[in-house]
């Protein structure tokens, strides 16, 4: 039982973290500027429930797509934690990743998919990190990870439809000061993956 908890901590820790709900919120709030509060809703709620579905199919779907590319766990590691290590330092550097680029679509719905679910919540990070936490795990670590990341969605719904709110209390300082502290844990994350990558790999203790 133990185990699993530190397990769902390390999940909720790690996604969290690399999806940063609060830190998108900016992101949020300027593409969807002007939009009536229903419209927002829809936008907020679709893109968070596409999301989701994305990073599921490669939760499920993980394991086959290794078997099917030959794609070894020790490999996986390795370039998933160099992946997730560089994202993280670019947030530590005020850059942003260039999977989370956004320049200013015509408003519509269609934000909602592209950039809100892809990259944005759903990235290049965001599916490995998830897929990692999966590829050496059973049917009840895929549930927990299922489990977890829906919560943090909805979490980013919540956050996405307060987001003048948000903006206006916190201020834009103190979210560009979380998306440096979630930077540093993504980095650390990543590092943590090629440790163990190269121990799989080399097959040592």
């Known amino acids: 039982m133990n185990e699993l908890v530190s397990f769902a901590l390390s999940v909720f820790t790690g996604i969290i973290a690399i999806m940063n709900p609060v830190a998108n919120v900016p992101i949020f709030s300027s593409l969807v500027e002007g939009a009536p509060a229903e419209e927002q809703k829809r936008i907020a709620k679709k893109s968070t429930f ?20 030959g794609i070894t766990i020790p490999a996986f590691k390795l370039t998933g934690g160099l992946l997730i290590f560089k994202v993280g330092f670019d947030m530590l550097e005020s850059k942003k990743s260039g999977s989370k680029h956004v320049e200013s ?7 909602a998919i592209s950039p809100l679910a892809i990259p944005i919540l759903a990235g290049p990070g965001t ?12 049917i009840i670590q895929i549930g927990i990870v299922i489990a977890i990341f829906a919560f943090i969605c909805w979490l980013t719904y919540i956050a996405f439809v307060a987001s003048e709110k948000i903006v206006a209390k916190v201020g834009e300082n103190v979210i560009t000061v ?9 980095a ?18």
Do not use: H, R, W, Y
């Not at 440790?195 to 790999?201: F, L, N, P, S, T």
């Open 50 to 69: 596409t999301a989701f579905v994305i990073v599921c199919a490669f939760i499920l779907l993980g394991k086959f797509i290794f078997e099917l590319f």
């Open 105 to 111: 679509p015509n408003l519509d719905e269609n934000i």
């Open 127 to 138: 599916i490995v990190t998830a897929a990692n936490f999966v590829s050496d795990g059973g």
């Open 178 to 186: 979380i998306g440096k502290i979630m930077g540093l844990i993504i």
């Open 188 to 205: 650390i994350i990543g590092t943590t993956m090629v440790i163990e990558g190269i121990q799989m790999a080399f097959d040592l203790a």
